[in-house]
């Protein structure tokens, strides 16, 4: 797997007055015991005995092939690739030369001596790719939590001594609804940057931008963290990854314009699941959880240090990163369930269903299902009303009742269509008698209860940093992760986004827009 941190040794351009600062993972950190999960060859073959995973997960035993109830013929007014190739076969070889079906020699039921080499590529499911990714990312970032402590320190000075710390760590797509100072649970310390004009000497600012206006911040004055993110430019990824677009024409790089780099240990790829029918990229994108988790950690320490001057150098970010690593590996227990439901959308979508995700209350968690990178194309794209009943609603959420979702799930569900719904079964300790997923035919807890957060602060009378947002998007990151597992094992490979900021992405995406219009997924 690529991750950004691999490739270069430099973190640490301008140290300034902080102090050298030993990058360990948590086990080296008094009083954690927070999970570690290497990820290096996590989707290449292993080449000795197979181990454990050490994610928790029982290992997986290979699926049956689908039976022929289970996979039924294409209907003929939509032919599978093997019918067009098939047909163009014919016409260079001539109709007379093609034996017919009926001519054609039976398969051999007989076992050979190769089969047991054929996986195909793919001898793990999805889900499970995805997942034990996500944790692998979690893992790396426990090793930034020293560094955390001490950019914490130093934002709490700041602070004090009557500057503002911003933030325009965002870049992407759901992290500009998650990570929005007004965010239900924010301590509300770290301020939105919108404009560098506004920031003054004595100020501190965590960024993903690396431009010439962020190089004139920090020469007045801002001190500037650049905290990596796959869809900028870096130098920790191959030179000319990166499309022009999402580029700096400067040449700078994030050692020139910062004083410091933290990492967010997500791939520059974006996505976590290897397929080898799509092997242009990996799928599903990933940068969420990377810099979310940072995102929460760095507001946890904050607001601590802010309360109590006394405060160790690193403790509630460790908090929170446990709790959500934690409550992600809960996640596992659902991995029966998302199966059965991913083979359920796979017939609906083979009969010419669509797939659409509402999210009223938190629109960050749809907008990371929809024209995202390493995302599928099928998302939110099609008319509604063409099948109905064959349609798929999932409803990604932070909250049991959102009426505005309560609504979408039951008129769905009355049409016939498969509603799915993600979120806390419970609020604040409160279960709604007539909530979301009681509309639901399916439902995936996301085990975090808490409206607000996770961190209890002294002095404040309501808990701050949720981890309610991240885990339910894992939830349906994984979903989609085992829909496309499903799909391709019937022999049905769905098209997929290429992240525009790579290079040709945009190109591979219009090229091929017009094949998924036809095939419809």
Same mark, same amino acid.
């Given at each position: ?94 109709? /007379? ?44 970032? /426990?090793?930034?939590?020293?560094? #955390? ?30 990570? %929005? ?44 963290? /650049? ?54 990229? %990996? ?55 998302? %199966? ?38 099928? #998302? ?36 016939? /269509? ?23 035919? #399916? ?79």
């Amino acid at each position: 797997m690529e991750y950004d941190f691999l490739l270069f040794d430099d973190r640490r351009p301008r140290q300034d007055d902080l102090p050298e600062c030993m990058l360990g993972t948590l086990e080296t950190i008094s009083g954690t015991n927070l999970y570690q999960n290497p990820t290096e060859h996590l989707h290449d073959s292993p080449t000795g005995p197979p181990r454990r995973p050490t994610t928790g997960i029982r290992p997986v035993t290979r699926p049956s092939p689908p039976t022929a109830h289970d996979d039924p013929r294409p209907r003929p007014e939509q032919p599978s690739r093997r019918d067009l190739l098939l047909g163009g076969a014919a016409l260079v070889g001539g109709l /007379a030369s093609i034996p017919t079906a009926s001519a054609a020699p039976a398969s051999s039921t007989t076992k050979s001596k190769w089969d047991k080499e054929y996986t195909f590529g793919h001898s793990q499911l999805f889900m499970d790719h995805y997942h034990q990714g996500i944790l692998g990312i979690l893992g790396k970032i /426990a090793g930034e939590a020293e560094l #955390v402590g001490e950019l914490t320190s130093r934002a709490a000075r700041v602070v004090r001594a009557g500057h503002d710390v911003w933030t325009s760590m965002n870049d992407g797509h759901m992290p500009h609804w998650e990570q %929005r100072a007004d965010r239900l649970g924010s301590p509300k310390i770290m301020k939105d940057q919108k404009d560098l004009k506004l920031l003054k000497p004595g100020d501190m600012l965590f960024t993903n931008h690396c431009n010439k206006q962020v190089l004139a911040t920090r020469e007045r004055g801002v001190y500037v963290v /650049a905290v990596t993110i796959s869809y900028i430019d870096n130098e920790f990824r191959p030179a000319g990854f990166t499309d022009e677009s999402h580029s700096n024409p400067d040449g700078l790089k994030l050692k020139d314009v910062s004083h410091v780099i933290l990492h967010s240990h997500t791939p520059y790829k974006q996505g976590l699941v290897r397929a080898p029918e799509i092997p242009e990229f %990996r799928l599903c994108p990933s940068s969420q959880t990377g810099v979310g988790a940072l995102h929460w950690m760095l507001n946890a320490e904050l607001a601590n240090k802010l309360a109590d001057p006394k405060a160790k150098p690193v403790e509630k970010s460790i908090e929170y990163l446990e709790t959500l690593v934690d409550r992600i590996k809960r996640i596992a227990t659902h991995r029966d369930a998302i %199966r059965e439901t991913a083979v359920a959308m796979t017939r609906r979508i083979r009969r010419g269903g669509r797939w659409f995700v509402q999210a009223k209350a938190h629109e960050g968690l749809s907008s990371e299902m929809t024209h995202v990178a390493s995302g599928p194309m099928i #998302v939110n794209s099609g008319d509604w009303s063409t099948k109905p009943r064959e349609n798929v609603l999932l409803v990604s959420t932070i909250t049991p009742q959102h009426p505005d979702e309560v609504k979408a799930a039951r008129t769905a569900r009355s049409e016939g /269509a498969l509603v799915i719904g993600i979120g806390p079964r419970s609020l604040d300790g409160k279960t709604p008698r007539n909530g979301l997923f009681s509309h639901c035919k #399916v439902t995936f807890d996301n085990f975090s209860p808490e409206s607000r957060g996770v961190i209890r602060i002294r002095g404040r009378q309501q808990p701050i940093c949720p981890t309610t947002g991240l885990t339910t998007n894992v939830i349906q990151q994984m979903l989609c992760a085992q829909w496309v597992d499903e799909m391709v094992r019937r022999g049905f490979v769905p098209y997929f986004y290429q992240g525009g900021y790579q290079q040709g992405g945009s190109e591979y995406n219009s090229a091929m827009k017009i094949h998924f219009e036809r095939q419809g997924f």
